[in-house]
Nanobody, 121 residues
Framework: QVQLEESGGGLVQAGGSLRLSCAAS????????MGWFRQAPGKEREFVAD????????YYADSVKGRFTISRDNAKNTVTLHMNNLKPEDTAVYYC??????????????WGQGIQVTVSS
């Protein structure tokens, strides 16, 4: 059984940076993508970014392009989200997810428990 474990997150002032990591245990992912969604209070869960295991192609939500960077370590089956120039509207619970196809959630997609990111103004 594959499990996803998130780390990082926390509280930061607007303009600051944080890093989120997600480690997958169990059978390693070799197909499709691994990435992040987020859910703010009172809002639906939304796609943030993901990266293909194979060719390393990345996808970003328009709201985070130019500020967030996603990277992967296939050997460790981990994905890291580097978040720069954070804004209060980035405040949310961030969820690691895999496998994905671009921004699409599959019936087989697994989720982490979620990690809080809070950006103060």
């Amino acid at each position: 059984q594959v499990q996803l474990e998130e780390s990082g997150g926390g509280l930061v002032q607007a303009g600051g940076s944080l890093r989120l990591s997600c480690a997958a245990s169990g059978r390693p992912f070799t197909r499709y993508a691994m990435g992040w969604f987020r859910q703010a209070p009172g809002k639906e869960r939304e796609f943030v970014a993901d990266i293909n295991f194979g060719d390393g192609e990345t996808y970003y939500a328009d709201s985070v392009k130019g500020r967030f960077t996603i990277s992967r370590d296939n050997a460790k089956n981990t994905v890291t989200l580097h978040m720069n120039n954070l804004k209060p509207e980035d405040t949310a619970v961030y969820y690691c997810a895999a496998p994905l196809i671009k921004t699409i959630i599959l019936t087989t997609t697994r989720w982490g428990q979620g990690i809080q990111v809070t950006v103060s103004s």
